[in-house]
C-alpha cells in the first residue's frame, strides 16, 4: 500500500492516512499510545511527532515501532 498524505485530526485526536488506492486509513492516537511507557518528555515528543510528522507516528504504529522511538527519545534526555 502506497500512501499519498497523512494528517492529524485535532477534532477527533487521530491520524488520517489516505492511500493511493482511494482508502483512508484512520489511527486513533489514544489506543495507538495505550501500553506504551512513556515519560512527560517522550509524551511531548509523540504529540510533536503526530502533529508535525503524521506519515511517520502512522508508520512507526503500524510496523510496532512506536516503544522504540520512545525508548531513544527518552534516552536523548539530557540529566
Wanted: glycine fraction near 6%; include cysteine; proline fraction near 3%.
Amino acid at each position: 500500500m502506497s500512501f499519498i498524505y497523512a494528517t492529524y485530526n485535532v477534532c477527533h485526536n487521530c491520524i488520517d492516512v489516505t492511500t493511493f488506492d482511494g482508502y483512508i486509513l484512520r489511527i486513533d492516537c489514544s489506543k495507538a499510545e495505550e501500553g506504551l511507557k512513556t515519560t512527560p518528555c517522550s509524551e511531548c515528543a509523540l504529540n510533536a511527532l503526530a502533529i508535525d510528522n503524521p506519515l511517520e507516528y502512522a508508520r512507526l504504529y503500524l510496523e510496532g515501532g512506536m516503544q522504540i522511538w520512545v525508548d531513544a527519545e527518552d534516552s536523548l534526555e539530557v540529566w
